[in-house]
């Protein structure tokens, strides 16, 4: 994977819980790393078709690995105001040099 079609910039964040001063429990972002990754949405090439495990799968990002980062399902990756849940994570070939992410977009409510 060239450098040059990693042209989208993302930031991969952990949600939180930590308490107000009044006590209550607020949910807070924690950026943990930023990094370049190549997008896709999906759409319906052959590669897309084969991964029916993951049918709920809107978007795959491939990024170069992250020491001392362990990429897990319980984060979100945030790319162009949009957020997005992790549902699987790979180690390309097991060689340490990739990550492929397959998420799932999460609609944001407005709470007006």
């Known amino acids: 994977m060239s450098f040059g079609k990693m042209n989208q910039k993302i930031q991969i964040m952990k949600v939180t819980n930590s308490k107000d001063s009044a006590g209550?429990?607020?949910?807070?972002d924690e950026v943990l790393a930023t990094a370049h990754a190549y997008k896709e949405e999906k759409n319906a090439t052959e590669?897309?078709?084969?991964?029916?495990?993951?049918?709920?799968?809107?978007c795959l990002f491939r990024f170069r690995f992250i020491p001392n980062l362990d990429v897990t399902t319980e984060m979100v990756v945030i790319s162009d105001q949009k957020r997005y849940q992790i549902v699987s994570v790979e180690n390309v070939r097991n060689r340490n040099?990739?990550?492929?992410?397959?998420?799932?977009?999460?609609e944001v409510s407005a709470d007006g």
């Not at 040099?97 to 999460?106: I, S």
Request: proline share 0%; net charge neutral.
């Open 24 to 28: 209550f429990s607020v949910k807070q």
């Open 47 to 58: 590669k897309w078709v084969n991964m029916a495990t993951f049918s709920s799968a809107t």
């Open 97 to 106: 040099m990739y990550l492929e992410v397959l998420t799932t977009e999460v």
